[in-house]
């Protein structure tokens, strides 16, 4: 178990690129999205499955528990969590001393890409790369979760 | 991974009692019982937490994942879980050639005892027991998912 604190953004131009060190495909399905708990299953590079639970969401932060199991498992749940699936690539990208994920959706949400940093406390400061564009945080529209019920890419919100 | 395949009677009379191997007291919550996925944390004798996810249930038969997790963790989701809790303890009672499972339950539901026996086959015979009532295995109201969300015991189905 531990307390899962992300700040969400969008991405705006290329500058990230150069500075990948590791990409994983990922296919992740939603079994349950009520307001108890979001229960997904996530298979990486079609090698590695991961069922998380996480618990409702207070301001950035959430109790977030992982566990892998045996990928045809996986792979069974993924089939049950159909069609609330996403799919996307996640780009590791190192930033003065925070380590960024920036993922590149695919399939249903081809288009969208979003940058997301995990903190050790909801007010830790971030030193923000040029590339991180308009914060979605506290956007409900952006969580994986609601896009995976959801094709398209979601209009910006309008800055202010 | 398995298949969960199970029938469910309510129970008449004492006559079980003589031939319990073991019991076992349980505490179980649900974190999700949509239409896709049944998630449940048990607790079994507050030593040993299982995480298990049910799909869809097609007759008598579902698809089941069990994992078995740290306790601390067991005991956090079942928080999350609340109210959604049922608390029972749970006999072992063998019955010619099969396994039976004597619920006796607690706390919002007292009073209620079902017998469960898990099948390797939906059309698989059983001996039945004497104390064998009335089967309520597709009756959605004594599933325990239901249980959780209602407290007291459900009125019998009526004969016929």
């Not at 990922?26 to 079609?46: E, F, H, P």
């Not at 903190?119 to 969580?143: C, F, K, N, T």
Request: charged share 25%; aromatic share 6%; with cysteine.
């Amino acid at each position: 178990m531990g307390v899962e604190i992300e700040r969400k953004f969008l991405v705006a131009g290329d500058g990230w690129r150069a500075c990948v060190t590791s990409v994983w495909s990922m296919r992740q399905g939603y079994l349950s999205t009520n307001a108890k708990a979001t229960v997904r299953i996530r298979i990486v590079d079609d090698a590695k499955a991961i069922l998380t639970l996480k618990g409702p969401t207070s301001g950035i932060s959430r109790a977030e528990f992982e566990y892998e199991v045996p990928i045809e498992e996986g792979r069974a749940l993924l089939e049950i969590a159909r069609p609330d699936v996403v799919e996307k690539s996640r780009h590791i990208v190192p930033y003065r001393g925070l380590e960024w994920e920036v993922d590149v959706f695919d399939g249903a949400h081809a288009g969208l890409i979003i940058a997301e940093v995990e903190l050790s406390s909801p007010d830790q400061a971030i030193d923000m790369p040029e590339w991180a564009g308009q914060e979605v945080s506290q956007d409900d529209r952006y969580a994986n979760a609601s896009l995976s019920r959801q094709p398209g890419v979601p209009q910006p919100p309008t800055s202010g």
